[in-house]
């Protein structure tokens, strides 16, 4: 069965201090593997996404992710965290499912000045 | 690029009525609009996956009788909800792909309160 999880509810960082927020996947085949980020009150904004190639993608805001295959992760990662970060981020997989995705279950990320 | 409005933002309306929301893509054709049902600090839950002419595919579990999708152009998707009740009071959010077919770009959602 294929199915993406977000481990941790929140994540709390200082402003400034990097950041991660956690996404394993599992899936039979190559996964399309995608980042989400969505305000209060707003749909989701799509920040990056891996199909094939490098393992590091770099997408909007600073924002980047690893692709590691053989811990089947999906990380989402930013080196200096911004109040304005503060968000519900979504990992996603896809790519086998018609166009659909699977969502986690979303990590909300805090940053305090 | 890949911009994809919603109307209205938000809605109220009396127990039994309908209400019917838009979802457009402004600057590509979306040949697969998806929509979906967010509680609060919830996921996202699939409900149905349109393709522009095709009837709607809907996820177990939801019924297509009270969620009409209509998905009549490549630019426009609708999501009706007919004869609503309390508890289909949520936020719904469309998203569309278009013809790559590997990234979904979402609406804003709408906010629908049935009173």
């Known amino acids: 069965a294929q199915s993406v999880a977000q481990p941790e509810d929140q994540v709390n960082v200082a402003e400034g201090n990097p950041l991660t927020v956690k996404c394993t996947y599992s899936?039979?085949?190559?996964?399309?593997l995608f980042w989400y980020v969505q305000y209060p009150n707003r749909g989701l904004q799509f920040l990056l996404k891996?199909?094939?190639?490098?393992?590091l993608v770099k997408g909007s805001y600073g924002f980047e992710a690893e692709f590691n295959k053989s811990q089947t992760s999906f990380h989402l990662k930013k080196p200096s965290a911004l109040v304005s970060d503060s968000a519900l981020y979504f990992c996603a997989l896809g790519g086998n499912q018609g166009g659909k995705l699977i969502f986690g279950q979303g990590t909300e990320l805090s940053v305090k000045p | 690029g890949a911009v994809v409005s919603q109307h209205p933002s938000w809605v109220i309306c009396k127990s039994g009525t309908s209400v019917k929301i838009e979802c457009r893509s402004l600057d590509f054709q979306a040949t697969t609009m998806f929509w979906y049902r967010q509680f609060p600090k919830q996921s996202l839950m699939l409900m149905a996956t349109?393709?522009?002419?095709?009837?709607?595919?809907?996820e177990q579990g939801v019924e297509k009788d009270k969620f009409l999708i209509n998905h009549a152009s490549l630019t426009l998707s609708t999501l009706t909800v007919t004869s609503a009740h309390p508890e289909d009071s949520s936020f719904y959010i469309c998203s569309a792909s278009g013809r790559s077919a590997d990234t979904q770009y979402f609406g804003p959602g709408t906010r629908l309160t049935v009173l």
């Open positions: 349109s393709n522009e002419g095709s009837k709607a595919t809907y």
């Open positions: 899936v039979s085949g190559n996964p399309y």
């Open positions: 891996y199909i094939t190639g490098d393992n």
